[in-house]
C-alpha cells in the first residue's frame, strides 16, 4: 500500500508497535471502535514510515502516537488520544474536556507516561501479527 491508496473516509493511528501500553490500547480502540472510524498502522512499518515522512514529523524528537486523517490534518501526542476518545462516543467523550488545559500542560503528562512505558509495560521484539479478525483494521 501506498499513500496514494490511504482510505480518505478513515482516520489512521499510527502507534509504536513494540511497546505493550501501545498494543493493549490499539486492541481496545479496535473493540470499542463501532463506527469502524479507524485503522491502524505500526510507526515501524513501511507505510508508517511513509506516513511520517508524508506529514513531516521528526520521529526521533517525538515519541508519540499520532492521527492522521488523509488530506486534512494529523494530531499528535495528548491532542491525538483526546481526538481518538472524542470519536469512540459515549463516555469516552468526556475526554474532550481536556482539550481545554493547555496543550502543554496535557503534553508533560503524555510524555512523562511515553518516556515510561517501556519500563512500566514492556517492550515487545517485534511488532504484534493481527488475528485474521483484526486485519482489516490494518493498513
Known amino acids: 500500500?501506498?499513500?496514494?491508496?490511504?482510505?480518505?473516509d478513515k482516520k489512521i493511528i499510527l502507534f509504536d508497535g513494540v511497546c505493550n501500553l501501545c498494543d493493549s490500547t490499539v486492541q481496545y480502540l479496535i473493540k470499542r471502535d463501532n463506527k469502524d472510524v479507524f485503522r491502524f498502522v505500526a510507526l515501524q512499518s513501511?507505510?508508517?514510515?511513509?506516513?511520517?515522512?508524508?506529514?513531516?514529523?521528526?520521529?526521533?524528537?517525538?515519541?508519540?502516537?499520532i492521527l492522521?486523517?488523509?488530506?486534512?490534518?494529523?494530531?499528535?501526542k495528548a491532542e491525538a488520544a483526546i481526538k481518538i476518545a472524542a470519536q469512540l462516543g459515549g463516555i469516552y467523550t468526556l475526554m474532550q474536556v481536556f482539550s481545554i488545559l493547555p496543550k502543554s500542560f496535557n503534553n508533560t503528562i503524555y510524555d512523562y507516561v511515553a518516556k515510561n512505558r517501556y519500563k512500566w509495560y514492556g517492550k515487545k521484539d517485534e511488532c504484534m501479527i493481527?488475528?485474521?479478525?483484526?486485519k482489516a483494521k490494518f493498513l
Open 46 to 65: 513501511e507505510i508508517g514510515k511513509q506516513i511520517i515522512e508524508h506529514i513531516g514529523i521528526d520521529i526521533t524528537k517525538t515519541d508519540s502516537i
Open 130 to 134: 493481527p488475528t485474521p479478525e483484526m
Open 68 to 76: 492522521y486523517e488523509p488530506e486534512r490534518a494529523y494530531y499528535y
Open 1 to 8: 500500500m501506498d499513500l496514494v491508496n490511504l482510505p480518505e
